[in-house]
Each structure stands twice: as C-alpha cells, then as structure tokens.
Nanobody, 123 residues
C-alpha cells in the first residue's frame, strides 16, 4: 500500500483545512487508517483513526470536537477535516495504514505511512 497525503497549508487560527490521503491498491478497505502529527522538536503523536468500514473512530483528546476523520473506500481515500485550528496544531501530518487494528493510537502498529503534509496555523 502506498499512501499520498495532501491538503496541508498555512491557515489562520480559527480556520479550517481538510487533509486527504489516497491509497494505492485494492485492499484499502481492509486497513484501519490513522492520522498522526509531528511538531518540530516533538515526538510523533496520534491524532485520529477510523475503522475498516468507517463505523468507528477515535481521537486524541486535544482534537475532539474540532477534527473529523472519515473515509471513502470507493475512492481509496481517508480525510481529516480540521476546524477551529489552533497554533498548537502546527505540525507535519502523516496518514498511516494498519492491517490488524490492534492499537489504533500506537504508531508502531501501523504498517504503511504517507510522506506527510505540513499544516501551519498562525496566531
């Protein structure tokens, strides 16, 4: 599986962005999909994940109520809608695919990673 993330950019605090991650291959629907982020000087952290069917989602506390993860299996794409952005959301955002879905928030569980897309939120 190859993942291509896009949609990052510069936005003012309070603004919105939608990230997309398109996957190659015909087995996209078999993967739990996650979004992680890494700010300068910090470790990569879990942001959100979504189940194979899209029926279940999980978020880190700091983005609950502001971010929404979704997927379109027909388009092999997962999305991250980010609203009410804050300067502390500034980071490189990565999408990832997990074949077994045993621990959605653990980066080590994910098998494939996209290249990352930079989100910068100005105050």
């Amino acid at each position: 599986v190859q993942l291509q993330a896009s949609g990052g950019g510069l936005v003012q605090a309070g603004g919105s962005l939608r990230l997309s991650c398109e996957a190659s291959g015909r087995t996209f629907s078999r993967y739990v999909m996650g979004w992680f982020r890494q700010a300068p000087g910090k470790e990569r952290e879990f942001v959100a994940a979504i189940s194979w069917s899209g029926g279940s989602t999980s978020y880190t506390d700091s983005v609950k109520g502001r971010f929404t993860i979704s997927r379109d299996n027909a388009k092999n794409t997962v999305y991250l809608q980010m609203n009410s952005l804050k300067p502390e959301d500034t980071a490189v955002y990565y999408c990832a695919a997990d074949r077994y879905g045993s621990n959605w928030s653990s980066a080590t569980e994910y098998d494939y990673w996209g290249q990352g897309t930079l989100v910068t939120v100005s105050s």
